[in-house]
């Protein structure tokens, strides 16, 4: 449409210029801090991005946010953003707020905020008018921006509406069109459901604007047409709003368990002990015998294990020392506290068939080693294993029974996808070992279980523990889209 341009390829977010009678406005400012791929993007439109006089911002995400504040002093521009969003925009942390649990590329630095909106603004900037609408939810400032130019309605929508059909994305819970993702994560990223589903709700009274212009039109596996129909407009914004009030009757029914880095107890016999040089730590009770799962951290795991438990369960006589030790690797990092463990305390190593030979080897003499077919032998809670094809050494699932939930410590497999540290990890082992095959065995293994809760071994960003619905085959489903 004459005077509205899209920088689509930005990456991940898009940007867009409105070519007023008084200057150039930009919506957003991408994620780079010298605002380079935007700059080249404008000149191959031929637009100066030296001609910008106002810049609104939709949130404030890293990837919509990072130039503003380079192009704010290099142009004199105005800066506008949420009010909810406007003082961590100027602190330039936590950096959470900026990337939240994606582990994105990128340094939040602060970003000056002129103009702090609340909603229901009319700001007009030569023949253009733009008319901000509070849109917290997916993160508490939010704000969209409805543009009446040269009488058409042009609607800005950051990342409530992230893309128009969102179906180029491999993390299930970015497939959505609606930036409805950020709800579902820790509230360290500030997503917020009921917030979200008050947005939509507001939205839907609208009518459908002359373009609807999302914050990640590249999500879409085919480019789309902004210009929706009433009934397109209307039925985005309800599958949105059906999703907001499914994860707010969720989690009135289940709070969700999110996961960082401080200990924390789970139910009423399962903790979360922290994490230990990066790795977590799980520790469980069931007829009054206590286990542990995985034993990173070297000399310093025993001593971590008591001094956590003692802290997170001071009302009840928890035993002292482990019965077990549940390995989900025989590898290095998920043994390397073993010795000491076993030493100080005599538990028994569960572990796969095909790692207990190395146990055997790095446990003192006399250590009661079983392997994992074996746990549901010894009577001490409802189990089952699986043995894992790869990658990794001797590895390994257990699903228990805690609580009448069904608990699964599957160590390295799967991954969060949306941990990039995670991600990357695998990726170097599948290479080296030429796995790609073994990796989708396992995956096909995993399917047997139907976990209420997911207790993985890498580094936690605000993962939840707590699965319901299709949650678990989703996250199957999404390390399967890793490898493709």
Known sequence: ??????????????????DTSAGLVLVDAGLDAD??????????LGLDWQRLRAIFLTHVHGDH???????????????????????????GKPRSAFFGSLLWRGTAQPT?????????????IGNAVFHSLASPGHSPG?????????????????????????????????????????????????????????????????????????????????????????????????????????????????????????????????????????????GFVAASRFFVVDAPGGALLTDFVSSRMRELDKASATPAAPTAVLLTSGGERATSGLADLVKRTGATVVVAADGMARVKEICPPGT?????????????????????????LATVAYQVVLDDKKILFSGGLPVPVHNEIAVRRLFADIE??????????????????HPDAWLPSWPLEGHNANLHDRDWQEILEDNRDLVR
Request: proline share 6%; aromatic share 6%; with cysteine.
């Open 65 to 91: 946010s990072g130039g503003a504040e380079h192009l704010r002093r290099a142009t004199g521009a105005t800066v506008y953003a949420g009010a909810r969003d406007a003082q961590i925009l100027r602190a």
């Open 432 to 449: 080296a070992r030429r796995s790609i095959a073994e990796f989708l065995g396992s995956l096909k293994q995993l399917e047997q279980f």
């Open 1 to 18: 449409m004459p005077g509205i341009h899209l920088l689509g390829g930005l990456e991940p977010a898009a940007a867009y210029v409105v």
């Open 368 to 392: 009661r080693i079983i392997s994992a077919a074996e746990l549901p032998e010894q009577g001490w809670f409802e189990a089952r294993s699986s043995a894992l094809l790869g990658p990794g």
């Open 142 to 282: 939010s704000v969209c921006y409805l543009l009446e130019m040269d009488g058409k309605r042009e609607f800005f929508s950051g990342d409530v509406i992230m893309s128009l059909t969102g179906h180029a994305l491999s993390i299930s819970k970015l497939k959505r069109p609606l930036g409805t993702y950020a709800a579902y994560l820790s509230q360290r990223g500030r997503g917020d459901a009921v917030a979200f589903l008050d947005t939509l709700t507001r939205l839907r009274a609208l009518p459908v604007p002359d373009l609807v212009l999302p914050g990640h039109p590249r999500n879409d596996g085919t480019p789309q047409s902004p210009r929706l129909s009433e009934a397109r407009w209307q039925a985005l914004l309800d599958d949105g709003i059906a999703d907001m009030k499914r994860l707010i009757a969720r989690a009135q029914a289940h709070p969700p368990s999110f996961l960082d880095s401080g200990p924390k107890r789970l139910s009423t016999h399962l903790y979360f002990c922290g994490l230990l040089e990066g790795a977590p730590v799980y």
């Open 35 to 44: 605002a380079g791929a935007l700059k080249k993007q404008m000149a191959k």
């Open 112 to 124: 000056a905020v002129d103009v702090e909106l609340h909603g229901n603004e009319r700001i007009a």
